[in-house]
């Protein structure tokens, strides 16, 4: 039942502000301010090395939640594409878990990288949604991510509560660890707490973002640019694009601009630039100055301060909410969804099954 959407994808975009508290009311007590995880057979203090593997938009959540342990928790983590994992023979040291993402619970490689971990003798963390799924089976715990049944192909309201039950898992860590103080984890969960009214705050954009995919839908190629855990969210942002809309995107850290892909700037060519005014927000504006000296065309995902600060010309700007950088990734994924949502029904392609795609890749 789409209620009163039109597709599967926009219910269950609407439906973040209320499964989000649902996943967060499973790890956090909230008149503790405290993450609280179900029992563990594993020591989180004694962590010393963090593998996360997984697919897709899941593997964007991983990539997210490593900024997260590395912040919080001080603890080094490799991450990884499931399917390149599973052959590549990681040697995988005693003391260190890994960590397996997945709406589904049956992806292929997803799955084959769980059982090699497994034979290491690693620990296997299982963030899952489906709750009977091969992988929520065999892991040693598994944290469901509650997001519900998610049945638009392109995966939103599973991804966001991949980001919550991480970063639970994430200030869990850090708080075994000694390096998280209980004022840091309380100000972390208060936080938290903030995200399902910050959502719709975000989904408020909606009406903005439907007039600028006229933008988008006209594009050939669309670039999108973030830094520290804005950039998985604009790999996150290319992926969700090119999957719904057939547009060819690509996500790239802002700093690697310079690198290569600055050569395809035109006037041509829009750029979604995902930049909260945060600590690394002015590295981002003298990138969105290159971008616009070349004459490409920015569309700036920003907080009143960010946008205030980047004057750069040929530029739309969508404003959010001022919030606690680490919740960002959460609630700046509402746009992300949005953009690629509205682009994709201008575009008139089947949103919810988009050719050549499975709900499910339990085939390698
Ligand atoms: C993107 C998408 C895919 C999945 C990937 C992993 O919108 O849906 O990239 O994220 O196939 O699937 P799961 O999470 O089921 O392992």
């Known amino acids: 039942d789409k209620g009163n959407h039109r597709h599967f994808m926009a219910k269950e975009i609407y439906e973040q502000p209320e499964v989000i508290p649902h996943t967060f009311g499973h790890y956090i007590d909230p008149t503790k301010e405290t993450v609280v995880l179900p029992e563990l057979p594993l020591d989180l203090g004694s962590v010393t090395h963090i593998s996360i593997t997984a697919c897709g938009t899941a593997l964007y959540a991983g990539a997210v939640a490593e900024y997260w342990f590395e912040r919080f928790a001080r603890v080094p983590v490799s991450i990884d594409i499931a399917s390149e994992f599973r052959y590549r023979e990681t040697p995988l040291q005693p003391g260190g878990i890994t960590i397996v993402i997945s709406q589904s619970g049956e992806t292929a490689d997803t799955l084959a990288s769980l059982r090699y971990a497994k034979e290491l003798g690693q620990k296997v963390v299982a963030v899952v949604n489906v709750p009977t799924s091969t992988i929520a089976r065999e892991a040693d715990v598994v944290l469901p991510t509650l997001a519900g049944v998610e049945i638009g192909v392109a995966?939103?309201?599973?991804?966001?509560?991949?980001?919550?039950t991480l970063a639970c898992l994430a200030v869990a860590t850090g708080r075994a660890k000694g390096v998280l103080t209980s004022d840091d984890e309380h100000r972390l969960v208060r936080a938290m707490m903030e995200v399902p009214r910050l959502m719709t705050e975000a989904l408020k954009l909606s009406p903005e973002i439907e007039l600028l995919s006229r933008t988008l839908a006209k594009a050939q190629d669309v670039l999108y640019l973030g830094r520290g855990t804005n950039y998985p969210l604009a790999l996150e942002g290319a992926l969700k694009l090119k999957e719904i809309s057939y547009i060819h995107a690509?996500?790239?850290?802002?700093?690697?601009?310079?690198?290569?892909?600055?050569?395809?700037?035109?006037?041509?060519?829009?750029?979604?630039?995902?930049?909260?005014?945060?600590?690394?927000?002015?590295?981002?504006?003298?990138?969105?100055?290159?971008?616009?000296?070349?004459?490409?065309?920015?569309?700036?995902?920003?907080?009143?301060?960010?946008?205030?600060?980047?004057?750069?010309?040929?530029?739309?700007?969508?404003?959010?909410?001022?919030?606690?950088?680490?919740?960002?990734?959460?609630?700046?994924?509402?746009?992300?969804?949005?953009?690629?949502?509205?682009?994709?029904v201008l575009m008139g392609t089947d949103v919810d099954q988009p050719r050549n795609l499975a709900k499910s890749v339990t085939v390698e």
């Open 155 to 164: 995966s939103t309201k599973a991804f966001t509560c991949q980001l919550a």
């Open 250 to 344: 690509e996500g790239y850290a802002a700093g690697e601009l310079k690198h290569g892909p600055i050569a395809l700037i035109d006037e041509k060519m829009p750029v979604v630039v995902i930049a909260p005014y945060d600590r690394v927000f002015e590295k981002t504006v003298s990138n969105m100055e290159e971008v616009a000296a070349r004459g490409g065309r920015i569309i700036l995902v920003t907080d009143q301060k960010g946008a205030d600060l980047a004057n750069v010309t040929a530029m739309q700007k969508l404003i959010l909410p001022e919030m606690p950088a680490t919740i960002a990734p959460l609630i700046y994924s509402i746009p992300v969804q949005l953009i690629a949502y509205h682009t994709a």
